[in-house]
């Protein structure tokens, strides 16, 4: 997938996270990424983060980099 879209579905995952009352909002979108984004997308977003990351909400990239943990 182009890094756009990639971009425009984990900043729309983040943006509904942040209004959700858990104070682990980073660790809500890495679940969700775990959960229904297969591994060649997870590996996009992964190595995307890693290089600069621009575009990302904030959330959106806490999570990314939370994910080369897993």
């Known amino acids: ?6 971009i425009r579905m984990v900043n ?9 009352p858990d104070t682990d909002k980073a660790g809500k979108v890495a679940a969700h990424i ?3 984004w297969d591994p060649t997308m997870r590996a996009q977003l992964i190595q995307f983060a890693q290089r600069d990351g621009a575009g990302l909400d904030p959330i959106a990239l806490d999570a990314a980099q939370s994910l080369t943990s897993h």
Do not use: G, N, P, R
């Open 34 to 36: 775990m959960d229904f």
């Open 12 to 20: 729309q995952i983040a943006t509904f996270f942040a209004t959700q």
């Open 1 to 6: 997938m182009t890094d756009e879209k990639m």
